[in-house]
């Protein structure tokens, strides 16, 4: 079983800040790749950030000099660094990974979402 478990949504005002966090636990031998989507009321889910265990990253162009993702291997987590938020950005954020487990078993995992919301 394994799950992803995200953190630090919140409401910011334009311009703020805020970090995401996701962590995966249970039976996980590797997470390549972790990323971050988001869903905008209104709009299809979209690709924010993705990031391999070799640490290569690929942004959405809306969020290239101000989203920064990062993991710590060890830990199986991902961060998502959100600056210079824009109201545009108010979305619910998804953490997701492609789980490989000990047993060599694939399978794409998702969090329950959390929900950013820039607004003044």
């Known amino acids: 079983q394994v799950q992803l478990v995200e953190s630090g949504g919140g409401l910011v005002q334009p311009g703020g800040s805020l970090r995401l966090s996701c962590a995966a636990s249970?039976?996980?031998?590797?997470?390549?790749?972790m990323a971050w989507y988001r869903r905008a009321p209104g709009k299809q889910r979209e690709l924010v950030a993705a990031?391999?265990?070799?640490?290569?990253?690929n942004y959405a162009d809306s969020v290239k000099g101000r989203f920064t993702i990062s993991r710590d291997n060890a830990k199986n987590t991902v961060y998502l660094q959100m600056n210079s938020l824009k109201p545009e950005d108010t979305a619910v954020y998804y953490c997701?990974?492609?789980?490989?487990?000990?047993?060599?078993?694939?399978?794409?995992?998702w969090g329950q979402g959390t929900q950013v919301t820039v607004s003044s």
């Open positions: 997701a990974s492609t789980v490989r487990t000990p047993l060599n078993l694939r399978g794409d995992y």
């Open positions: 249970g039976s996980i031998f590797s997470t390549n790749p």
């Open positions: 990031v391999t265990t070799g640490g290569n990253t």
